[in-house]
């Protein structure tokens, strides 16, 4: 399996932007899709992005689109999501997630978190009015 750590979480101003990373260790990074997944204080985790292995195929849930996008850097074992225009409703903890590339296609809308082997232990994103 994979181990993932996020970073880059913190306290912003809406309006501003900011990119969170999570590192992957152990089997090899190009063998997963990965997802971003948030979950505020009472609701239940909620997709955010996806991006297959090798990074060609992306989806976005309908609140970000337009305004996250995410990427990856198989040499260095990270994906990253940017985050511009953040509004006070993006405030959750953010996770990444990782999901074996040999059990769906790259075309997989991965948006469910069933569909993922290995999560991180999240960053807290908040954005202060």
């Known amino acids: 399996q994979v181990q993932l750590v996020e970073s880059g979480g913190r306290l912003v101003q809406a309006g501003v932007s900011l990119t969170l990373s999570c590192a992957a260790s152990?089997?090899?990074?190009?063998?997963?899709?990965m997802g971003w997944f948030r979950q505020g204080i009472g609701m239940e985790r909620e997709f955010v992005a996806t991006?297959?292995?090798?990074?060609?195929?992306?989806h976005y849930a309908n609140g970000v689109k337009g305004r996250f996008t995410i990427s990856r850097d198989n040499a260095k074992g990270t994906v990253y999501l940017q985050m511009n225009n953040l509004k006070p409703e993006d405030t959750a903890v953010y996770y990444c997630?990782?999901?074996?590339?040999?059990?769906?296609?790259?075309?997989?809308?991965?948006?469910?978190?069933?569909?993922?082997?290995?999560w991180g232990q999240g960053t807290q994103v908040t954005v202060s009015s």
């Open positions: 991006i297959s292995w090798s990074g060609v195929d992306t």
């Open positions: 152990g089997r090899s990074f190009s063998s997963y899709h």
């Open positions: 997630a990782a999901a074996d590339a040999s059990r769906w296609p790259s075309s997989a809308v991965l948006n469910r978190p069933i569909e993922y082997d290995s």
